[in-house]
């Protein structure tokens, strides 16, 4: 699927121009520039929010510039910087495979094969052909203990394996909602998958 998109214009409509000001208000003046990663959030958000695709384009990128009274150049260097900004379409579903060591020792290669198998993706930073999926290689998550982990738009997906990671992928490919965020396996938060071992109450774990 091509990802050329040309967006010409871009204006904050008015639910993000209420963000933007909230933004821009929590830093004194002449410091608005502190508030630029946040303006790029919004940005996306509104692009995600308005036609199904979470990404900033240029054009956002330069209004966020005389937004701060900043040279573009500034707001670019943020955008291209950080991960978390899209600087060209991705799919409906942004797969953020973390493939850094706690992952890739819990077995981050499957989900990276499965990921790759089940969207008919090649290799990382391409759309799938029906445009649902984009397939990003990302580097620590902060979730190790809960590793392999799968980022999907904004929700982690936790204690994957291949088979769990086909079934949440065809469930997203046959129209269905993503699932609760969190751990795959029922795991409560970060507790050891067996049960309770700290903090106990007096009378020992319960049954």
Known sequence: MSTQVEVQTFAFDDVSEAAVAKAIALYPPGKQMSA???????????????TGIGWVPQAAMDVIAQRLGVAPIRVYENATFYTMFNTKPVGKYHLQVCTTTPCWLRG???IVKTCKS???????????????FT????????ACVNAPIL???DDYYEDLD????????DGLKAGGALPPAG????????APVTHQTTLLPANGPAE
């Open 183 to 190: 751990s795959t396996i029922g795991r409560q938060a970060s």
């Open 118 to 132: 089940a969207t008919g993706i090649s290799s990382f930073g391409q759309t799938s052909e029906d445009g649902l």
């Open 135 to 142: 397939l990003t290689e990302v580097e620590c998550l902060g």
């Open 162 to 169: 291949a088979a769990r990671t086909e079934a949440l992928l």
């Open 36 to 50: 630029v990663k946040a303006l790029l959030d919004i940005a996306q958000r509104q692009m995600a929010r308005l």
């Open 108 to 110: 981050s290669d499957d």
């Open 151 to 153: 980022q999907i738009n």
